[in-house]
């Protein structure tokens, strides 16, 4: 997801589309670089082939509380920050059949279909990352307003607050997959980051990312034992065989270096950054808090409907897996097998990354959670000189105005 759990700071340059086909990280960057591809990002979205595939099918007509029709967008576009993949599973799922993919713009759109009824607008979903010169979904608010809605991490929402706000409606994931992993037959005594920093083992991580500077500015990792060299390639951590610890997602190397990469496929060891005090909300479908007023009575309706998407996708996810791994292959993205996506809809699952937090509902935010990231990434950026939004509070990057509490994860 994945969501931003690896936010850069403006020192480093941006990230080359130079990962494997097996890495699926997701640096964004906030440089000169990325603002300058902005409008090429925008630009580049103008031409391409189309071909169509299966979504699911509406099988009852849509009633009053259902219609979309003349409350939304006639397209609710969304815009991504990464390739289509298990993390962006109850968005998937909205979309009906007679699918419409776009190769070349790697957009997909349908009608949108909630729980078996067509809601009379369609769904338009953008790939991120690669797929736009990784400029940040949350700063294509402001550029392009064709777009309703963006994901953003609430990292990511609060280095953003002061030029480019946004505030989240909705969020997929109740925990971030992000994830240090290990060899655990170097390393068995491992169980926890703290462990982790209490050793001597090097950890490899992308350069600038914020979680590195909350876990070596508060002590949990040495800064000399952190290396910024890793760039999305297995090479070190099978050269040393395991010798390294390294960054990745619970939802995509922990499967790949199991079973898909030739050169380890053998058990790693993991452990969630989350749970290292770095509660962040990963991929946080938000808006243009100046647009909220207008979209209100469209999100009043919509957001349940993502609510009860993600219940039935985690509950039944082939599917919209189905539709996911064709959209990897259609957009050249890269390969994401369909034993992966089951994978890490299961993982999400039995991991709490798709959950209800510490109540009964789904999609809702939790603001002590919101106001803790604030209070760790605050001082990180106004030492990075990109100061958060002076008097920036947790209610200023989301709200819980349109969830529905009766709706969650049994």
């Not at 070349?104 to 769904?123: H, W």
Request: proline share 6%; hydrophobic share 40%.
């Amino acid at each position: 997801m994945l969501r931003n759990d690896s936010i850069s700071s403006p020192r480093t340059a941006q990230f080359s589309n130079r990962r494997r086909p097996w890495a699926q990280h997701r640096p964004w960057r906030r440089t000169a670089a990325v603002v300058a591809v902005l409008a090429i990002a925008v630009a580049g979205c103008d031409s391409g082939d189309k071909s169509s595939a299966e979504g699911q099918s509406a099988n009852r007509s849509a009633g009053t509380a259902d219609s979309l029709k003349g409350v939304c967008p006639d397209t609710i576009a969304v815009q991504n920050n990464w390739w289509p993949q298990a993390e962006y599973g109850a968005l998937y799922r909205l979309l009906g059949k007679d699918v419409k993919i776009d190769k070349d713009k790697k957009i997909v759109s349908a009608p949108l279909v909630a729980s078996g009824a067509d809601t009379g607008v369609r769904l338009e979903v953008r790939a991120g990352g690669p797929a736009n010169n990784f400029t940040p979904a949350s700063k294509l608010l402001y550029t392009d307003n064709s777009l309703t809605i963006a994901g953003s991490d609430i990292d990511q929402a609060a280095q953003f607050s002061k030029d480019s706000p946004v505030q989240g409606v909705f969020v997929p994931m109740d925990l971030s997959p992000l994830v240090l992993m290990w060899d655990p037959a170097t390393y068995p005594n491992f169980k926890t980051i703290v462990d982790i920093g209490q050793s001597k083992a090097t950890v490899l991580t992308f350069q600038g990312s914020t979680y590195v500077d909350y876990l070596t500015g508060s002590g949990i990792l040495k800064k000399a034992q952190v290396e910024g060299s890793y760039d999305g390639s297995p090479a070190r951590f099978i050269k040393e065989k395991g010798q390294v610890v390294q960054q990745g997602y619970l939802t995509n190397e922990v499967y790949a270096y199991e079973n898909e990469i030739p050169e380890w496929k053998k058990k790693v060891g993991w452990t969630l950054v989350n749970d290292a005090g770095y509660p962040n909300y990963p991929e946080v479908l938000t808006v243009r808090p100046d647009r909220k007023a207008q979209l209100a009575p469209c999100l009043k309706k919509l957001v349940p409907m993502l609510q009860r998407a993600t219940v039935e996708y985690a509950n039944d996810p082939a599917a919209t897996n189905e539709l996911i791994v064709k959209l990897t292959t259609e957009f050249n993205a890269f390969p994401y097998s369909a034993a992966r996506a089951a994978y890490a809809a299961k993982a999400m699952k039995d991991n709490g990354v798709l959950g209800n937090g510490s109540n009964a509902t789904v999609g809702d935010f939790d603001p002590a959670r919101v106001q803790r990231i604030i209070d760790v990434v605050s001082p990180i950026f106004a030492g990075q000189r990109t100061p958060v939004k002076d008097g920036l509070k947790s209610d200023d990057l989301f709200t819980n105005e349109f969830i529905d509490t009766s709706i969650g994860l049994k």
